[in-house]
């Protein structure tokens, strides 16, 4: 069983968007002390301001969900994992990373681009 969930980009958007699969996923994660992080360059590509992304604001500000940062140790790690698949992406990399290293399973609307990193990352498919 998951301890929790990892947003990456494609579920903040879904998030943005008011699908209701994920904002249930989340809301039940929540409500039991799960915890749902998103890292820093997931934030950085989908936020835009604005009122359109409300939905997506009050999520981010909402207790129990933390932002992970990118620090100097993750940073070498995020570039370890890409070399080591052959991957370029650093912001999918670093979900990968992080979910692997707190046992999250990974929110994602493209499990393709999660799996890419291997790692045998429950992926949850929005």
């Given amino acids: 069983m998951t301890l929790g969930y990892c947003l990456d980009a494609g579920a903040l958007i ?55 940062e990118l620090d100097r ?17 650093v912001v999918d990399a670093h979900v990968v990373l992080h979910a692997s290293r707190r046992g999250l399973a990974v929110v994602t609307s493209d499990p393709d681009d999660i799996q890419a990193f291997g790692g045998g990352i429950e992926i949850v498919t929005v």
């Fill in 73 to 89: 140790e993750t940073a070498m790690a995020v570039g370890a994992l890409c070399g080591a698949v052959g991957a370029s992406d």
């Fill in 14 to 68: 879904a998030v943005e968007r008011g699908r209701g699969r994920v904002l249930a996923l989340l809301k039940r994660a929540l409500g039991q002390g799960l915890a749902v992080d998103v890292t820093a360059g997931v934030v950085a590509q989908v936020w835009r301001g604005g009122a359109r992304q409300s939905l997506l604001a009050r999520l981010l500000r909402s207790d129990g969900v933390t932002i992970a």
